[in-house]
Each structure stands twice: as structure tokens, then as C-alpha cells.
């Protein structure tokens, strides 16, 4: 909605360049991480997730990097577009919920592209 | 395919009342889950529903409370509505609800409580 994401880390890049969005996740029993980029009054729409038994996975101008040691989670965004702008949310799937998705999310980080 | 769809896109009620969200999931989804989203509490999962049944529920009071029909279409109810109540909900949907698949997200349903 038009309301979220108002006092958000913003990162702001140039357009062509490489994008680089950081999250730090605090359960260290979590297998499961995803991302999601949401646009104003749009609901999340899923990037690209990773499990606990890699440290990097590829996909369409994105990878997504795990370093499981310090719980920390970026998403890099080559080639940054104008319609990569948005707030980027990390979300990790709590073991303790048993086989159901109950996702936590980070806090969220805007992506800002200028021409 | 159709994604999920919500209903209403937008809602305006008053401290007391009760308020219902409608979600459809994606066609041949069957399990529905609900988070609370503001900018000050980010995205928060409220319940999940598997085949009519609450499999999963977050740290919310009883006044959020959730069904889910034999159609796999599910509603959340707040009753007594707060100011603190007002947020964006969503509403996602997967095949099984199984950890690992993709949940697909609805446009949401922004709640305003005057």
C-alpha cells in the first residue's frame, strides 16, 4: 500500500548499474530464504529464494548470496532497470513452523533507479 | 491464470466496528495465508489455512480470526477494530502450504480505522 515502507533504508543507484540489497536474519534454524520486490499498492511478487544447502543461486539478472555463518543474505541486481524500482523484502521460513510457509519478513529496502 | 484476488482494494471503518476481507487464491491452490502489513511492524503472518482447517496461526489477539471454504476461498474477520488495526492485509496462496513453495501474493486490502 501507498503507506508501507516510509522510514526504509533507501539504496539509490544509477541505471545500468549493479544493484546490491543486504539482510541479516536472525534465526539461525531457518532453511529457506526468499525474496520479494514490491511495487507501490502492489502486493509481493517472488524474486528468486535459496536454500540452507547453498550459499548462491542465479536467475534472470539476480543472484541471491547466503552466508550462513554471519546470517546474512543479499540479493545483487544486475544491469539495474527503472522498473527495478521498489521496496525489496527478505523473508525466511521458520523450521519451527513445521511443513507450513509461515514466512518472517525483514524490515525492507528501497531500491531507488535514476536515469 | 487468474492471481489471488482480494477484496475490497480499500476500507474505511470506525474504532468498534467489525470488518471481513475476502481472498480467492490462485485456481487449484489450497492453502491461504494472511499477513499484516505497516510501516512500522513490516509484513507480519497472521494465519494459514490448509482444506477448512487453521494450521498455523501468528501472535495476534483473538479479535483476528479466519475460515477458509470448501472452494479454498478464505476471509479474515477483526472484530472491535483499533486505530492500531489499520494496515494493508495480504493474502497468499500456494499449492499445499508446504515449506519451500512459492507463495503468491494478492494487491491486499488497506484497512483504515478512524
Known amino acids: 500500500g501507498e503507506s508501507v515502507g516510509l522510514h526504509l533504508p533507501t539504496l539509490s543507484v544509477q541505471e545500468g548499474d549493479n544493484s546490491i540489497i543486504n539482510c541479516a536474519y536472525s534465526n539461525s534454524a531457518s532453511d529457506y530464504f526468499i525474496w520479494y520486490k514490491q511495487e507501490s499498492g502492489k502486493g509481493p511478487q517472488f524474486i528468486i529464494d535459496i536454500r540452507s544447502n547453498m550459499d548462491k543461486r542465479q536467475g534472470q539478472r539476480v543472484t541471491v548470496l547466503l552466508n550462513k555463518t554471519v546470517k546474512h543474505l543479499s540479493l545483487q541486481i544486475a544491469a539495474t532497470q527503472p522498473g527495478d524500482s521498489a521496496v525489496y523484502f527478505c523473508a525466511e521460513a521458520a523450521k519451527f513452523s513445521g511443513g507450513y510457509n509461515k514466512l518472517i519478513f525483514g524490515a525492507g529496502t528501497r531500491l531507488a533507479v535514476h536515469p | 491464470k487468474a492471481g489471488v484476488t482480494q477484496t475490497p482494494r480499500y476500507l474505511i471503518k470506525t474504532r468498534g466496528q467489525q470488518v471481513t476481507l475476502s481472498c480467492s487464491p490462485i485456481s487449484g491452490h489450497r492453502s491461504v495465508s494472511w499477513y499484516q502489513q505497516t510501516p512500522g511492524q513490516g509484513l507480519q503472518f497472521l494465519f494459514e489455512?490448509?482444506?477448512?482447517?487453521?494450521?498455523n496461526k501468528g501472535n495476534f489477539p483473538g479479535r483476528f480470526s479466519g475460515r477458509q471454504f470448501s472452494n479454498s476461498r478464505s476471509e479474515m474477520n477483526v472484530s472491535t477494530l483499533e486505530l492500531g488495526d489499520s494496515a494493508l492485509y495480504l493474502c497468499a496462496s500456494s499449492l499445499a502450504g508446504s515449506r519451500g513453495e512459492k507463495l503468491f501474493f494478492g494487491s491486499g486490502t488497506q484497512l483504515s480505522v478512524l
Open positions: 489455512y490448509f482444506s477448512e482447517t487453521q494450521r
